[in-house]
């Protein structure tokens, strides 16, 4: 069963995740808390460099501490940069959706930023289009190979917060298909849709089969 680093902090992100691949096949997924410091700067011009630089980043952590490197002994090293874009604000958030207000804002700041900015906005009172897209990078420590996947989600902004589930934008992002936002759907529901469950799916799917490849060579 191949060891996977999921190069995250965030535990949310993490569950979401590890439900989407434990869905496709059986994998040992691992994430290290925001309790190991593990320092990421996520300054590139696109959703795949920032990625890979969280993946360089969990790579420098884990060789300046040899022990824990030794004792997970993983595989593969897992990211994903995602983001909010917004058609009639030439899509924004982008690349700045989880620090749209800045540096640690929160969720509501940030929510509360974006739809203020559409109303100002006139472009957006006829079209409120958006999408979430999600970049995966998968990188195979053997082979020192960097591989990427992607997914996207289609909806609306809704002028107004609705449902508790979810994290992030969720709130906001109407989904036409179910009715509701992002927020108001069961993990279930929001695991077959996603974004990010779209592209981890791909994540999975490749790691198994690479997995099946080792075993028919033996």
């Known amino acids: 069963m191949a060891n996977i680093l999921i ?19 059986a994998l040992n997924l691992v994430y290290l ?3 190991y410091r593990v320092e990421i700067i996520e300054d590139r ?7 890979k630089t969280k993946v360089e980043g969990y790579l420098k952590f884990l060789d300046e501490n040899q022990e824990l490197k030794a004792k997970l002994n993983f595989d593969f090293i897992v990211s994903e940069d995602s983001g909010l874009e917004v058609e009639c604000l030439g899509g924004a958030p982008g ?8 540096e ?7 929510i509360e930023k974006l739809l203020n900015d559409m109303k100002l906005k006139k472009e957006c009172a006829g079209s409120r289009h958006a999408k979430f897209v999600c970049y995966a990078c998968l990188y195979d ?4 190979n960097f591989e990427y996947f992607y997914g996207e989600l289609n909806g609306l902004i809704a002028g107004e917060i609705s ?19 992002a927020a108001q759907l069961n993990s279930s529901e929001k695991n077959k849709i996603s974004h990010r469950a779209t592209a981890f799916k791909k994540v999975a799917e490749a790691v198994s089969k690479r997995e099946q490849c080792k075993s028919d060579d033996k």
């Open 141 to 144: 420590i053997k082979k020192n």
């Open 163 to 181: 449902g508790t589930k979810g994290f992030g934008y969720d709130p906001v992002f109407f989904i036409q298909a179910f009715n509701k936002t």
């Open 45 to 51: 011009e696109t959703y795949e460099e920032n990625a």
């Open 95 to 102: 690349l700045f959706t989880a620090r749209y207000v800045g």
């Open 33 to 35: 808390d925001k309790s």
């Open 104 to 110: 640690n804002a929160s969720d509501t700041a940030n």
């Open 7 to 25: 190069a995250t902090g965030n535990a949310h992100k993490f569950q979401e995740i590890e439900a989407i691949m434990g869905k496709v096949a």
